[in-house]
């Protein structure tokens, strides 16, 4: 006995099917009941109509369809019957008022125990072999990618396919019956360039070109459009297509490939300089520090040439965080007292912030980490720059903190992905205008900003995030619309070591080897000279270095050690030092420079050369690379 409740499942299956071939039907379909209200309309249907698939369903059909169109579906005039169903003559009334020729025929079907009228309809004007050719460039314009929507003659939008309801965020009911550019046109496109597109349509001609429009959502978006007038048989325009190819992606990628392009031209320029300006900077640097030693510790002079070394210590750095930036020098991870950079980076803010600006810094013990100086030092003036940018106009107040925090496998409210350990917890919060969840979101994008033309590249925090996640770190910015941002970094711990925290004395620094200093740069051999022999050394000096070469090959024993710079004429300092070591394996060389893309620290090590160092170096320093250099001398 067969179960009265059990269901066919092939009966669904089968009513999608049916469903899909009444959408994608050639013709205009409807289908309504005995009383002539419509329930259903095909996608042909909608296009030949002008209606939306909602505005049809639930219209009587005599308002589309007349005179002589019975809702019966039997007794129009100029009946025929064919295997199809009832077969006559009548005419469709469309949304902007044509009358339209047309053969519908009429055939009854039973539903769910109703009887329902099927009525199919062809345009008479149009042979039927070409109206199933317009069927199928239809279906292909449903389903291309680029967007297209065809508005009347007073620019109302008549139809659009899907593509035009992904790009601009529209449904097909929402912009059916809408003018196009109040609907589309963005805030900053002039309503002359509008315009001038409407002058040329006008005229019957296409116009190309690239327009700006918004989504439903704000949203600016660009594309490239076409767009054509469509002439009736009497040659009046009657409409227009309009075709457009979404290019935002492609124009935000050509920005910010310009965007690099100018990164890279100033790297290039950066490393141009670079190497005269630091020897520039070596030469103030160096003699600073060669007059200072001279006057009585407590003298007024003293003090005022510390600040001029303090300043040149600065440009130095500046000059390494320009070409750090631009990943033209490399990076010198070694274990920084974090609390010390922060400290100096308040004092520079200080002084260029305005006074309606409060700051203030809560700053707990010594707390070392592993990083780059001159790397973490533009992290807290990104981040404390940005902050300040928040409160320009309103004025407020900028916190830092700093404290150590411990995190644990069991701490949810740290960040995700950051491992167990000791962590240097740094906040810079700000009472400014705060971020609203969309901007949050994009907040460390490179080249995103939300500052006008000229006020911001987009690069300062995709920085910070960048510096923070090679040191192993994590950032995070909490805010809130009118209630300012906080900017949260975590950065590993480091432990220095008694060995590498002790300060060495001046007196580990001395010795009494001879040295061949080479530099192109007479200033610089002369400065180097007098502050190696402070140190006990006994110096001689070429700014040739062929001739130093030469001098050498005479006898290759007579020098301890060889300080050579690195750009130098004839031939570069790791060309000298390559022809030394060919002479004397194990020499010990020191190659300084200011700048070069040739060699790194990783490569003169390859070479055999025994220490590698930037321009300028304060005299202690190079002296404590020179003792280095000639204590790891093999015997």
Known sequence: MVDPTHRNPEKPRLENIYKKLFEQAPFSTIVHDRKGRILEANQAAVRKFGFSREEMIGRNVNDLIGPGYDTGGYR???????????????????KDGLRIPAEITASVVEYRGRQLILSSIRDTRIPVESEAEVSNLMAAIEQAAESVHVTDAGGFITFVNPAFENITGYSREEALGKRAVHLLRAEDTPGEHYGSVWSELRKGKIWSGDLRGHTRDGAVFEVEASIAPVRDREDRIVSYVAVMRDVSQEIELERQLRQAQKMEAIGTLAGGIAHDFNNIL?????????????????????????????????????????????????????????RLVIKEA??????????????????????????????????????????????????????LSLDEVEVKPADTYQPESLPPGTYACLQVSDTGTGMDPAIRERIFEPYFTTKEKGKGTGLGLSVVHGIVKRLAGKITVASEPGRGSTFTL??????????????????????????????????????????????????????????????????????????????????????????MLKIRPGLPIVLCTGFSERISEQTASALGISAFAYKPLIGKELARIIRAALDRAPG
């Open 490 to 579: 975590f950065l590993p711990m480091a432990h220095e070591d008694a060995e590498s925290a002790h300060e060495t004395d001046g007196d580990m620094s001395l010795g009494f080897e001879r040295i061949l200093v080479v530099d192109d740069e007479k200033i610089l051999t002369e400065m180097t000279q007098q502050m190696l022999e402070r140190h006990g050394y006994w110096v001689e000096t070429s700014t040739d270095s062929r001739e130093a070469l030469e001098r050498f090959k005479t006898d290759p024993h007579h020098y301890d050690l060889v300080l050579t710079d690195m750009t130098m004429p004839e031939m570069t300092g790791d060309q000298l030092a390559r022809e």
């Open 346 to 399: 308040f004092k520079l803010l200080r002084s260029s912030l305005p006074s309606s600006i409060k700051m203030q810094q809560r700053l707990s013990r010594n707390i070392m980490v592993l990083g780059d100086p001159t790397q973490l030092h533009q992290v807290v003036m990104n981040l404390c720059t940005n902050a300040s940018q928040a409160m320009m106009e309103t004025g407020g107040t900028l916190t």
């Open 282 to 338: 070596s030469a103030i640097i160096g003699y600073t520090e060669l007059a200072g030693t001279n006057l009585p510790r407590n003298s007024e002079e003293r003090k005022h040439l510390q600040k001029v070394l303090l300043a040149g210590e600065r440009a130095r750095d500046l000059v390494k965080q320009i070409l750090t930036f631009s990943r033209q020098t490399e990076e010198e991870i070694l274990p920084v007292d974090f």
């Open 76 to 94: 129009g005039s100029g009946e025929t019957q064919d295997a199809r169903g009832h077969a006559f003559m009548s005419e469709l009334k469309t």
